[in-house]
């Protein structure tokens, strides 16, 4: 299993970003061994639109089938929900805080974006 964590650097130590699309980094972690792979977002943080999407089909690509975000739109809630991607929306911390709660069960699946779409 691959998790995909929004993140503010390209480690996991880095803070959580709480948006998907315009997020600096996606993490992409093993949440077993840790094992992790930094995709820089850079082309997507000043994405006049679209960013979601371009994001969610990243994450897809890179084989996640879970994401643990702050904040997801609901075209890129779309996207990820096609590609049998659970979303976890409102998660904090470091990116390994974030793997360890979802772990330990203290995080829940979303059914639905929590924002607007172009949230910045």
Same mark, same amino acid.
């Given at each position: 299993? &691959?998790?995909? #964590?929004?993140? &503010? $650097?390209? *480690?996991?130590e880095s803070q959580l970003d709480p948006r998907f699309g315009r997020a600096a980094y996606i993490i992409i972690v093993d949440p077993e061994t840790l094992e992790f792979e930094a995709? *820089?977002?850079?082309?997507?943080?000043?994405?006049?639109?679209?960013?979601?999407i371009?994001?969610?089909t990243a994450v897809s690509d890179k $084989?996640?089938? #879970?994401l643990l975000t702050g904040f997801c739109g609901p075209n890129a809630f779309k996207v990820l929900d096609a590609g049998k991607i659970k979303v976890v929306n409102d998660a904090k911390g470091t990116i390994k805080d974030a793997v360890r709660s979802f772990n330990d069960g203290k995080l829940s699946f979303s059914d639905g974006?929590? #924002?607007? $779409?172009?949230?910045?």
């Open positions: 299993m &691959k998790i995909a #964590v929004t993140s &503010k $650097g390209p *480690d996991l995709i *820089d977002n850079s082309e997507n943080v000043n994405a006049f639109k679209g960013a979601g371009q994001a969610a $084989g996640a089938s #879970v974006a929590n #924002v607007e $779409g172009h949230w910045t």
